[in-house]
């Protein structure tokens, strides 16, 4: 939904921006749907922006609501993560889906669609603003779950680990047709490891915890209930104690060179090709 350009500064380039505690927050702002769009109830929605790319094209931010029923066209492509209550979404071609705590969809730029809130509904959104990029027609809601556990080897790079024997993992949730938004789950066990971000990306963290520790020397602890952005080019150090799991959230820059865009495949498709070793005997 709707994340307010004003309710945020934006980051200088290059920037990690981290914000602990930030699926908690209660300080969201009035975000009024327009009255013309109000199909039955009288809905009030609120909104807080969290992180903003430099650019300004990638968003995240805390979005809820009250019951109603609602149409609502998207300006943007999102990625929405339900985190509390539920809400049923229709599309113009009158695809239905009904969204529950841990579920996450995709709803693309230029989708016409009906929210109906039956009682409340807190959501974690990220967007891409995909400016000058006009609306493809088809509509399509993806949906995945944060709880799903069928995750594919994302191994780490062995002359990346630091210490500990780090085991990753990672499993597509939804990606936009052009392949350059997307979200996906990801989980590592204890290790410490570089970690290099070939995109913009921003995290939601799910469960355990992981300190991160960037160039610069700033060091930060994010546990369950954190997210943060990491802009692209940002060079990290990841100590895990334990075990993390992230949703992750991340764009690759419209203006991106062709060696970025191999990269992002390359990572994108990582768990896929890791199988096709392992079936062929050559893993």
Sequence with gaps: MSLSPAAINRPPVGSVRIQTGAIA???????????????????????????????GDLRSGLWDCTAGRFRWESTVDESVHVLEGEVTITSA??????????????????AATVWEVPDYVRTFATT???????????VSI?????????LEPAPIRRGDVLAGS??????????????????????CTAGRFHWNFTVDEIVHILEGEVT????????????????????????????????????????????????????????????????????????
Aim: proline share 6%.
């Design 166 to 187: 780090p085991v990753a993992r990672s499993l597509p949730v939804s990606v936009a047709s052009d392949g350059k938004f997307g979200s996906w789950l990801w989980d």
């Design 142 to 150: 993806q949906t995945g779950s944060v709880d799903r556990t069928d």
């Design 212 to 283: 991160i520790t960037g160039a610069d020397g700033q060091t930060v602890t994010l546990r369950s209930g954190d997210t943060a952005y990491f802009p692209l080019g940002a060079a990290t150090v990841w100590d895990v104690p334990d075990y993390v799991r992230k949703l992750a959230t991340s764009r690759e820059p419209a203006l991106g060179t062709l060696s970025r865009g191999v990269r992002w495949l390359k990572r994108v498709t990582r768990p896929l090709r890791v199988r096709l070793r392992e079936l062929s005997g050559r893993a």
């Design 128 to 138: 891409r603003a995909t400016a000058g990029t006009q609306p493809s027609g088809s």
């Design 25 to 55: 927050r209660s300080d969201l702002e009035s975000a009024a749907i327009v009255p013309v769009d109000v199909i039955a109830g009288s809905p009030v929605a609120r909104s807080r922006a969290l992180s903003v790319s430099a650019d």
């Design 93 to 110: 071609d009158s695809q239905t889906v009904t969204l529950r705590s841990g579920d996450t969809a995709y709803v693309p730029l230029g």
